[in-house]
């Protein structure tokens, strides 16, 4: 399995422009997330999703879209690129059965610079 | 409502010496607790939870954890600390209680640096 796969590794974007991150997990998760991690501000999640279909706003969903058309891939849409959105983007995933106790499997990030 | 605090930015210790990494958290019900490292320009892993029983959790790396109810605390430890140690450590905590929050919250990391 190679887990969970996110592209491009890095990024630079100017403002205005709009990109989207890719995210594909193969360990047949139904649960899928997006966070940010900013230096001394920990993970803030953006969006996640509970199945194919069904997506629901974090934290910090404001600039950010998302999509879930399958059970594997999660792409992240930035449409107006700002400053604000520089940061290193994690997607993860967990198996999702309700009461049980998930451990959440990152993939190695996307750095994103907004110029 | 769930939230996690690690009050420290940073913890410094030596090579072959003991490391405790701090972390407290309040819920509603009873805790699901989680630790996390995060190697420099990769993605988190998972180290060790809790959910229910003992409160000496153990977990890779030779790393455990002491759940504290009265204390509502999730201190990570190990008994010997290696250079190659050196990361970020989160903690997240998920509240269990009827009508919780499915999704963690993670605290802000602590950075470990192990001296030679």
């Known amino acids: 399995n190679a887990g969970v796969t996110q592209t491009p590794k890095f990024r630079i974007l100017k403002i205005g422009q709009s990109m989207t991150l890719q995210c594909t997990q193969d360990?047949?998760?139904?649960?899928m997330y997006w966070y940010r991690q900013d230096p001394g501000m920990g993970l803030k999640l953006i969006y996640y999703?509970?199945?194919?279909?069904?997506?629901d706003k974090g934290e910090v969903p404001n600039g950010y879209n998302v999509s879930r058309s399958t059970t594997e891939d999660f792409p992240l849409r930035l449409e107006l690129a700002a400053p604000s959105q520089t940061s290193v983007y994690f997607c993860?995933?967990?198996?999702?059965?309700?009461?049980?106790?998930?451990?959440?499997?990152f993939g190695p990030g996307t750095r994103l610079l907004v110029l | 409502a769930q939230s996690v605090a690690q009050p420290e930015d940073q913890v410094n210790v030596a090579e072959g010496n003991p490391l405790t990494v701090k972390c407290t958290y309040s819920?509603?019900?009873?805790?699901?607790l989680f630790w996390y490292v995060q190697y420099p320009n990769r993605g988190l892993q998972f180290l060790l939870k809790?959910?229910?029983?003992?409160?000496l959790v153990k977990g890779s790396y030779g790393f455990e954890a002491e759940f504290n109810k009265s204390q509502t605390s999730f201190h990570l430890k190990k008994p010997s600390a290696l250079v190659s140690d050196s990361a970020l450590y989160f903690c997240a905590v998920r509240d269990m209680s009827p009508g919780g929050s499915y999704i963690p919250t993670f605290g802000r990391g602590t950075s470990l640096i192990v001296h030679p």
């Open positions: 360990m047949n998760h139904n649960y």
């Open positions: 809790y959910i229910t029983g003992d409160n």
């Open positions: 999703s509970v199945g194919a279909g069904i997506t």
């Open positions: 819920v509603s019900g009873n805790p699901y």
């Open positions: 993860a995933s967990s198996l999702g059965l309700g009461a049980k106790v998930e451990t959440q499997y």
